[in-house]
Each structure stands twice: as C-alpha cells, then as structure tokens.
C-alpha cells in the first residue's frame, strides 16, 4: 500500500506515538489525524468549545432555564430590575423570567407573532406585533394596552435613543417611524426598500439601519440625512451591532438563506440605550452587553430579486461584515451552510454570533478569529441578551432559553466524524497532545464498526487510554473508526478557556492489503514503437521546463504528490519501427500502492507463458516480432503491489489480452495464365497468406503509378483471394506488369507478367 511518510513532517513526536503500537504487517501505516476546526468542526460538540486553531477546550457552562412550549422564540430584552423577555410566534406570547428564572406567560397580543421587543428607562416593556400590527405598552404588572399603530404590515425592529424616543422599523413600505414618549408618531425614514429588518445607534447617535431587499445598510443622522454605508450584494441585513471602538458589525443574508426557517421569522430586541448588564464576578467575566434587532423574513413575502449576486458571494447563505468609522468594509466570515442569525456586541471586543442549523454560538475575537463556543440543543439560535453577568440565549425548533455563564461544565465531550478507512483495517496507536494541562484528566476513547453510522453493531467504547505519546489502540479491526475526548470540570473565569486543551489527536491504522486489477490491455498496430518520456517536474510556482515537441499539457497524466513538487506522468512516444508491437495496459489498485508489472506471451495452441519481460513500472512495452514464428499469439500482464507491501504479503492481479497475429511473411503471388486480344490483356493471379488475410491488391504498367484492384468476388477478406487484372488501351510492344499484394499486418508480396501486345 501506497506510503505515507507523514512522520517526516511530524517530527519524532507521532514517530514515537506509532512506535509504541504493536508491529504492523502488511504495507506502511496510514494517519488520520484531527488538529484544525476545519476538521474537527464535522464531529459533534458536547459541553466544549472549538477554537480557531482547532483547539478542543472545556465550554462555559450551558443550561436550559425556560422551555415556552412554542416552536419559536424571536425576541429577548431584558429591565433594569433583571427580568428578561421573550417574544415567539405563531401564537403572540410574550414570557417573562424574573430574577429566580421562574418563566410564566407576561402578555398575549392579538396578532400572531412577536418580533421586536424594547423596555424603556422606567422598566416598561414596548411589543412589536405582527402581521397587520401595533406597538403595545406593558407595565411590570402585566397590564397593557396599545401605544402605537403603523398602519404597516410588519413590525421588525424596535430600539430607544438617548431622549427616549422609539424607533421602530416596519415591512411593507420600508419605513423606520420615530415615536415621542406619548405615543406620537412620525416617519423619520422613508426607504425605497421593501423592509427595515435590523436597527442600532452608533456612538455618534446616528440610527443605522438594515434593508431588505437589496441587503443596504443606512446610516440616519439625528437631523434625518440619510446615506448607504454598504451595499451587501445580499437579500437582507439581518443583524447590526456597535462594537466598543464603534466599528458596526452586521450579517447579510442571501434569498435562498429564507427557506432554513420558512416557519420561522427570528428578531431579537434591545434594552433602551444605556441599560447595561451587570458584570460578573470577576469584572472581564463577560463585559457590558448589548443587543440589536434580528430576524428572518418569511419567504413568501420577500420581494425577489431579479439581480444576481456578486460573484464573491456566489452560493454563500451568510456573510458577516465590519465596517470601520472610516467607512471602511471589511468580510470577516462567509458561509455556505450555517446562517447567523443574531448578534451580540460584548465590551471586551467579542461578538457572539447565533447560527443555525446546528445551533452554534460562535465567538469572535478582536482579532476576528472565530471560536465554536456551544453546540446547542435546538436547530437555530435566534436572540442573545446579557443579564446580570450571565448571557441568556433564545432557540427555535425548538422554543427555549438557555443561559450561558463563564463557568465550566461538570463534563463535556467531543465526539468525532467517522472515519472510513475504506477497507477492514487493524490499529496501531492513538496519540494526542494537550495544552496548557490543569491536571483534569482528558479520557481518549476509541470505537469501531463496519457500517457507515455507528450503532448497537458496533464494538463499546474502549477504556480511556493512558499514554498520550501514543497508546495502542484496543478497539476490534473494522473498516470505520470514531474517536471521543471527554472533559471533566476545569473552572475558568474566562468565557473561551485556554487551559486543558486538546490541539492535536492522531491515529494510526494499516488497512486490509487488496489485491491489483488490470483492467484493460491494447494491442497497437504493427510497426509502432513506444519510449518513455522523461516525467515533467513542477515546481510550486506551476512552472515547468517542457522542451519543444514534447507533449502538449493537455495530455499530460498521473499527478504524484512530491517533496515541494509536483511530478506528471506523460504518455510515451510514438515512433515507427519495422517489426515492433507495442502493449499498453491499465490498471488500478484500491489501496493506492505503486504497481510493477511482468508482461508474458503464448502461442495459440501451447499453455506455456513465456516471460517478455519483468519489473516493468510503465504501463507499456514493445517487443520485436521480428524474433518470433507468424501465428496467433496472447499477452498476459501481470500487476504486483510488491513495492508497497512488506515481504510475503504482496497480492498480484492479471489480465490476458484478446488473441492478436504475428505476421511478417509477406503474401505470395502466384501468377495464372494471361491472355492479349487487340489491346486488352487479361492476366490472373492469386494472393496467398499464411496468416493474414489479404487486405489490398495493387498493379503498375511499366513503371507508372500504382492502381488498386479488387478481386473477382470484390471483396478482399480472406488469406486467399483471386484476381482478374484487365488492362485496356495497351500500346504495341512488351510491357511488364507489376503486381502487389498487401495482408492486414501491413507485409508486402510482389510478382511480375509479361505481356506483348502487336
């Protein structure tokens, strides 16, 4: 099997951690090996993080407070005296949670969903309905009634500025309304968009704002001046927030994104501006928090878009972005598959960023590096709120909230994608390495299996293995392999924790040894040799040095992966050669080893295989038949994995060809009679082959050019044929006919008459 030298870029580490395992027969040793989050983020996260560097480290502590038996959750906020809010649909319910985390059902509107919520300085609680709906009023106490009405179909965004005016965004006519204290209405922005989806201030006071259909964002000064900062190239601005250094950060969706939650219209609202959160224990435990309104138009409603997106943004489902107060846009993270679908803006320069479908809270450093900080239970995470040192999280699919607090979990797990190894393989060693150790014990399992998703046929987890320079697996031989990491309780007082971390796991496996296949064999044309081309080395630049008349790029071949270059296969050299015949053959080998060939003949009638030649590393070879009897013949090619194998434990497979001639008598030409009337004489002749049939005739008069001749049935397809030459027009005197006979393999026979003509 093909060799992997990954030890060589290793170093001795993993050298050692395969050293350790008990020796392995067969061919050399393959790795898998996880150390990056490109990686690790296919296997499924319990209770620990994933960083950018494909680091797995304890999560901060997540729990489910509140189940509101309600598919969706679109909206938190939360008052001054600690309680938090959440709006849902499709039955207009609001909930509150109060400073124990007991939840109870607060409010009921008349319209069916609740995507804006907002409280004011005085711990009133404003309810954005929809569709067709109004702003409701809502005293601690519960009791509410109407305070503003639109007159839109959609509610989307609600936030508070500085003077305790309202702002809220609609759908429909994409109008941003600014409502006084007492309820007053006035449109304070009139787009030429469909929808409002997402509001914020920034640190100047000016109102920014998030478009859909053609996915803007606004910036609106106090006085009402309006201007674009950024045109997403998206369907819509899902979510906006104001970092500490007054950088806006905001997600754009593309139209097909809609449908991930087509029952779902996720918004998240805001506390009124300068509500901040409680710090926790340790000051920098969690910052000061903000939020800002975000959510997911119904597909049904969205105005399509007759423009194609930016070619940049082709395919990508969700795109995060900063723009600096420069102005300046910078793209901090595209994707293809999971969608943010809130925000959350932390004092210390982190965004968290809530996707679906997995619902993954994702944290983003200053330096724009992002971290998986949990794996949630439900689909979607749909709205984020800080609270008195702790953050509080808003599911759909299904409707829950979770808190999320910078203390670690009693135990978390990491368990990986499954790895297919193609073949039925045995173990060597599991090594891995841990970073920054708390003396908390990470326990390595292994468990194996031969279907593709594990289940009960599956070998139980093994015991944990102790040596992490490399331990010898003990899980049974089986084509897949999964491996799992378990955490116990650290403590940190750091939301991403940098200690106890698993940054590098490796496992070391020899798959089962399966057998070559030649798959076809060619036999070329008599008198066409073939010779080897020199294989094309590339540097990394591309650059290669291909002399004039070599062969074109297009035809070359059989990429190999090299030291720093790539090394091309090209396809041998034609050149004619009288009496040459050429093989040529493919074949394939599952295991990806290098192959050597043993090419043999037999005659037709013997059992005897004759050796053509050995240890053949092309997939071609010529032989002179010019040393060799005419007949019918055989070639056999024989595959070998031998070189990629240990002694005794190489497989070969073979193929025979279809029969082919050897023929390099030329045909014979045996003259009749002849007979001259006037000027025409007729002559008859007769092409003999011994071994091939006759493919052409051909007569000349007197040295003139060659003319083709058909025999007497007109049909040239047997070793012998008869023919009738009748020549017309002869001048008096003796002439000298000329005759040619040619068989399929291309031999030549010639003869002569003589005829006078008076």
Not at 31 to 48: D, M, P, Y
Not at 419 to 438: E, L
Not at 731 to 744: L, R
């Amino acid at each position: 099997m093909a060799y992997q030298p990954l030890w060589r870029r290793l170093g001795a580490f993993w050298l050692a951690a395969f050293l350790t395992a008990p020796a392995l027969m067969g061919g050399q040793p393959q790795f898998w090996e996880q150390a990056n989050q490109e990686e690790l983020i296919k296997g499924r996260l319990n209770g620990v993080s994933l960083t950018s560097d494909g680091k797995i480290v304890p999560a901060p502590r997540y729990q489910a407070v509140f189940d509101a038996e309600q598919a969706y959750l679109f909206a938190l906020a939360t008052d001054r005296l600690g309680n938090i809010y959440a709006g849902s649909g499709h039955d207009g319910k609001v909930f509150k949670l109060d400073k124990d985390r007991k939840g109870s059902l607060f409010y009921k509107t008349k319209e069916l969903d609740v995507f804006a919520l907002a409280v004011d300085s005085a711990n009133y609680l404003y309810i954005g309905s929809s569709p067709d709906g109004k702003v409701y009023k809502v005293a601690p106490d519960g009791i509410g009634q109407e305070f503003f009405d639109p007159k839109e179909k959609y509610i989307w965004a609600m936030t508070f500025d500085r003077a305790g005016n309202l702002y809220v965004a609609t759908g429909g006519r994409g109008v941003i309304y600014k409502v006084s204290k007492k309820g007053e209405g006035e449109k304070f922005l009139e787009s030429d968009e469909t929808h409002i989806i997402s509001m914020t201030f920034d640190l100047s006071d000016n109102l920014i704002a998030g478009s859909s259909p053609s996915g803007y964002v606004y910036q609106v000064m106090p006085d009402g001046k309006t201007f674009v900062l950024y045109d997403s190239s998206m369907n819509e601005i899902r979510s906006l927030v104001v970092d500490r250094t007054g950088n806006i950060l905001g997600v754009a969706l593309s139209e097909s994104s809609g449908s991930a939650i087509e029952a779902a219209t996720p918004v998240r609202g805001g506390m009124a501006p300068g509500t901040k959160s409680g710090k926790g224990p340790h000051g920098d435990e969690l910052g000061d928090l903000h939020t800002t309104p975000s959510l997911s138009l119904p597909k049904s409603e969205i105005t399509s878009l007759s423009s194609q997106l930016a070619a940049d943004t082709t395919g990508v489902k969700s795109l995060l972005f900063q723009i600096a107060k420069d102005g300046t846009v910078t793209r901090l993270r595209t994707s293809k598959e999971d969608i943010v679908y809130s925000l959350l803006a932390r004092d210390d320069g982190y965004i968290l960023a809530g996707t679906g479908t997995k619902g993954r809270i994702l944290s983003i450093s200053p330096a724009r590096r992002v971290t998986i900080l949990v794996e949630s239970s439900e689909e979607q995470v749909t709205a984020m709120i800080g609270e008195g040192g702790a953050l509080f999280i808003a599911t759909s699919n299904l409707g829950k909230i979770f808190q999320l607090k910078a203390e670690r979990s009693t135990e978390g797990s990491y368990e990986s994608e499954v790895m297919d190894t193609r073949f039925v393989s045995s173990w060597g060693a599991v090594s891995w390495r841990v970073q920054n150790p708390t003396g908390q014990a990470i326990e390595i399992r292994t468990r194996t299996g031969n279907t593709r998703k594990p289940n009960k046929h599956w070998s139980a987890w093994s015991d944990p293995y102790k040596v992490s320079e490399g331990d010898a697996i003990k899980s049974p031989r089986a084509r897949y392999i999964q491996w799992q990491a378990v955490f116990k309780s650290g403590g940190s007082a750091r939301l991403v924790s940098e200690d106890n971390a698993l940054e590098r796991l490796s496992i070391a496996y020899l798959p089962a040894n399966m057998p070559p296949r030649v798959t076809s064999i060619s036999i070329m044309a008599s008198g066409v040799a073939l010779q080897k081309i020199p294989t094309i080395n590339l540097g990394v630049s591309g650059s290669a040095g291909i002399a004039y008349g070599g062969p074109s790029p297009g035809s070359l071949t059989g990429l190999v992966a090299g030291s720093g270059r790539l090394r091309f296969k090209a396809p041998p050299q034609q050149r004619p050669q009288p009496g040459a015949r050429s093989i040529t053959w493919k074949a394939e080998d599952d295991n990806d080893d290098e192959l050597q060939y043993q090419a043999y003949f037999r005659a037709e009638g013997s059992d005897i295989w004759k050796l053509l030649e050995k240890d053949l590393t092309d997939e071609f070879y010529t032989m002179d038949s010019t040393t060799m009897p005419d007949g019918v013949y055989y070639v056999k090619i024989v595959a070998s994995d031998v070189q990629s194998n240990a002694y005794g434990k190489a497989l070969t497979g073979e193929m025979v060809s279809k029969p082919f001639i050897i023929d390099n008598t030329p045909p014979a030409i045996e003259l009749g009679t002849h007979t001259v009337t006037g000027k025409r004489a007729e002559i008859y002749f007769i092409a003999r082959d011994a071994t091939s049939k006759i493919l052409s005739a051909e007569f000349s008069v007197d040295g003139s050019e060659w003319r083709n001749v058909y025999p007497k049935d007109e049909i040239a397809d047997s070793k012998v044929e008869a023919y009738q030459l009748i020549i017309d027009n002869l001048s008096p005197g003796e002439h000298t006919i000329a005759i040619k006979a040619i068989d399929a393999m291309g031999n030549a026979g010639a003869g002569k008459a003589l005829v006078k003509v008076k």
